[in-house]
């Protein structure tokens, strides 16, 4: 008596692509998984990817088979692959949930099952969630939708304060966190800046060039030209072998670009007391000036002095000055019995 070998289970592929790709941009392999298929399925009609497969000569059924009908459909050693709706996450819950109940339950002969990625995410390809978001955000939330520059200003100074503090307290979830909240703003301000005419500052605008809107990717633009420009040891045909040579470059590049008359140009005088009193110090120091300090009673140059003298060491003042802060936090909490 002869007995027929079992046909081949089949084979379903479920072909993923990230969304923060474009369009027809896929791996060879799911060119292959493509072209070789049996069928092709897509639910969704307006799928981005379809004018691209039709065009590369790619049958798409718009078809949306439970997981039953779905593996009915490899009998024979078929191959079919689903392409699932567009989304965040490039996967078909309610498909893949079925597929596993019935994989599961025992009673059923599975095809071959395989999650085939058409594209992956390059680093940095979240960014690219942030920005819609933050559009969305921007276009239908009641608050943000009225947020300006001015508005917004300090909470920039806020989160860059929790942000130091999370650094200095070596918490690098709460790291992680700030940074969020830092780069954030960043994102908020320039999607502010696309409608540069409906902000105050356009209002009470200055009149000169480069007033105009700009998006993130201007702003991602301008710190990539800088950044390039300021490391001719990286991109150009300089060298720098320490630390020092590479300050030594971004000075000269720096100076060159500002052109500034005094070496105090530049210098935000917003800044807290202390980073600014270094941050002058700094200046001349680099510069090579001689300038006495002003000879005044106060307490404010008596702290003038501590800062310039910190500065000269290679200690920040400001980190100092938090430093000691804390160890007198401790202390008061120690006296109010809270060990």
Request: charged share 25%; net charge negative.
């Amino acid at each position: 008596m002869t007995h027929e070998a079992p046909a081949a289970p089949g084979r379903i592929v479920l072909l993923t692509a990230s969304h923060r790709v474009a369009p027809g941009l896929l791996s060879w392999p799911a060119w292959q998984t493509l072209h070789a298929a049996d069928r092709v399925l897509c639910a969704d009609a307006g799928h981005p990817q379809l004018p691209y497969l039709r065009e590369a000569g790619i049958a798409v059924e718009h078809a949306a088979p439970g997981a039953g009908e779905l593996v009915a459909e490899c009998e024979g050693g078929r191959t079919v692959v689903v392409i699932p709706s567009a989304g965040q996450d490039g996967t078909d819950s309610a498909l893949t949930d079925g597929l596993a109940r019935l994989a599961g339950s025992g009673r059923t002969r599975m095809p071959d099952l395989e999650l085939l990625p058409g594209s992956y995410d390059l680093p940095g390809a979240r960014l690219l969630d942030l920005v819609q978001v933050m559009d969305r955000i921007r276009n239908e939330c009641p608050w943000s939708s009225t947020r300006t520059h001015r508005g917004l200003a300090k909470y920039a100074i806020e989160e860059a304060y929790e942000l130091v503090e999370a650094i200095e307290d070596g918490d690098r979830a709460e790291l992680r966190e700030e940074l969020g909240d830092v780069l954030l703003q960043v994102v908020f301000h320039a999607r502010i800046a696309e409608e540069a005419e409906e902000t105050e500052e356009t209002e009470e605008g200055t009149g000169e060039e480069g007033d105009g809107p700009f998006s993130i990717d201007d702003v991602a633009g301008t710190i990539v030209e800088k950044l390039i420009h300021r490391h001719p040891h990286v991109f150009g045909g300089e060298s720098a072998h320490t630390p020092e040579d590479v300050k030594a470059h971004w000075l000269r590049t720096k100076a060159a670009e500002k052109r500034r008359d005094s070496v105090t140009d530049g210098v935000p005088l917003t800044q807290p007391a202390l980073a600014l009193a270094a941050k002058l110090a700094g200046r001349v120091r680099t510069a090579g000036l001689v300038v006495d300090l002003p000879v005044t009673e106060g307490f404010g140059y008596e702290l003038l002095a501590l800062a310039v003298r910190a500065e000269a060491a290679g200690a920040d003042p400001e980190t100092e000055l938090r430093a000691a802060s804390r160890a007198y936090r401790d202390a008061i909490r120690a006296a109010e019995g809270h060990g």
